[in-house]
């Protein structure tokens, strides 16, 4: 009887440590598969664009890195950083970038792509913009302001409105009064509320390419020296290692590289007939 029983445990033993084995592995095996991911701090025009359905997918794919996409205007991208709440900036306020990385908030920036603003306004044009002031930006501001004519600004210290707010500087008017409208909301809303109310406002190309179907509204100043819209990418500077430092930088080391660089400038071509974006990265 003593012999049966001894065997018996015995076997339950086995039984137990067989099952501890298999937890181990089991355990093992979970945490090989655990999901990285990050949180990329961008702006609304590059999402509202719709490059970033186009990227990302591509990019989780090839590293399984999930990434969190937060939209902000180019200041609330910049202060999301401060706070080291997110992982990687993409933005496109190159004069604020470049402080951000003096303050130290950043270690590097770098040039990722291009693409330019754009005046758009009402198909009547009260302010007569496509004749007067087709390339001519300052002139299209005088010109709305001489008029009247509504506009939206941004409002939202992202890079489109740094730039707007740059060209009225330059102009020496100081924009008030009913006609000028501060909305402090994203590139795509703005767009939405220029159409409604018939105003003119500034954007960046891509973003009203993508809802141009969408709009009643007409390029009326474009190409001019004063509308450039440079985008950067930013490593984060973090002595004490909140962010996902790993991640960021196959992020970043990803967008630079030539194949993502050349499916940047092959977005848009098959739906619009023409690129979004200039991909310029210096590495």
């Not at 007409?218 to 984060?236: A, M, S």
């Amino acid at each position: 009887m003593k012999k049966i029983t001894a065997l018996v445990l015995a076997g339950m033993m086995v039984l137990s440590l067989g099952g501890c084995t298999k937890k181990t592995a089991d355990d093992t095996t979970k945490k090989t598969t655990v999901a990285r991911s990050m949180i990329l701090a961008t702006t609304t025009s590059t999402q509202d664009s719709g490059l970033l359905d186009y990227l990302l997918p591509v990019f989780e794919k090839e590293t399984g890195i999930k990434v969190k996409v937060v939209a902000k205007g180019t200041g609330a991208a910049l202060e999301i950083g401060k706070n080291k709440d997110a992982d990687c900036l993409l933005v496109h306020a190159k004069a604020q970038e470049e402080q951000f990385i003096k303050d130290g908030y950043g270690k590097e920036r770098y040039d990722v792509m291009y693409n330019d603003f754009i005046i758009v306004g009402p198909k009547d044009d009260p302010a007569k913009l496509k004749t007067q002031a087709p390339t001519d930006a300052l002139a299209a501001l005088k010109l709305i302001a001489s008029t009247k004519s509504p506009f939206i600004s941004r409002g939202d210290k992202s890079g489109t409105d740094t730039k707007e707010k740059a060209i009225w500087k330059t102009a020496g008017i100081t924009p008030k009064g009913s006609w000028y409208i501060s909305a402090g909301k994203g590139m795509g809303e703005v767009l939405t509320m220029a159409d409604e109310k018939n105003a003119y406002t500034i954007s960046d190309r891509a973003t009203y390419l993508s809802m141009k179907d969408k709009l009643d509204l007409q390029i009326v100043t474009e190409k001019g020296k004063d509308l450039l819209n440079q985008y950067g990418v930013i490593r984060l500077n973090d002595p004490n290692h909140k962010i996902k430092e790993k991640e960021a930088d196959e992020f970043i080391t990803w967008i630079l590289s030539d194949k993502t660089q050349k499916l940047i400038g092959q977005y848009g071509v098959e739906k619009y007939g023409q690129q979004l974006f200039v991909p310029n990265a210096k590495k």
